[in-house]
């Protein structure tokens, strides 16, 4: 079965960085988009980046462009995202997802199979 499994979350005060992986299992990684989406509590959950497999081809929302950057190994089955200057804005549930609809996307409904999370907390 699909199992994503995210880990690099921690605290940290604004402006310091966190890398944030998610090992990807149970299918063929290199078909898929993966996505990193965070939830805050009372908000919506928010498209953050994602990277299509097959091409590397990545997409950001604007308010982490120039800070936050998507990678993938395709040997390891694993998505990373690299957070740096990071804002208390910032502070979420971070989630890896992953979409075998074939085209790259920040929408959380395009997405089938979710890790469970890993909270990230940035301090002023």
């Known amino acids: 079965q699909v199992q994503l499994v995210e880990s690099g979350g921690g605290s940290v005060q604004a402006g310091g960085s966190l890398r944030l992986s998610c090992a990807a299992s149970?299918?063929?990684?290199?078909?898929?988009?993966m996505g990193w989406f965070r939830q805050a509590p009372g908000k919506e959950r928010e498209g953050v980046a994602a990277i299509y497999a097959r091409n590397g081809r990545t997409v950001y929302v604007d308010s982490v462009k120039g800070r936050f950057t998507i990678s993938q190994d395709v040997a390891k089955n694993t998505v990373y995202l690299q957070m740096n200057s990071l804002k208390p804005g910032d502070t979420a549930m971070y989630y890896c997802a992953t979409s075998a609809l074939g085209w790259i996307s920040l929408k959380p409904n395009d997405y089938s199979y979710w890790g469970q999370g890993t909270p990230v907390t940035v301090s002023s």
């Open positions: 149970g299918y063929t990684y290199s078909r898929n988009c």
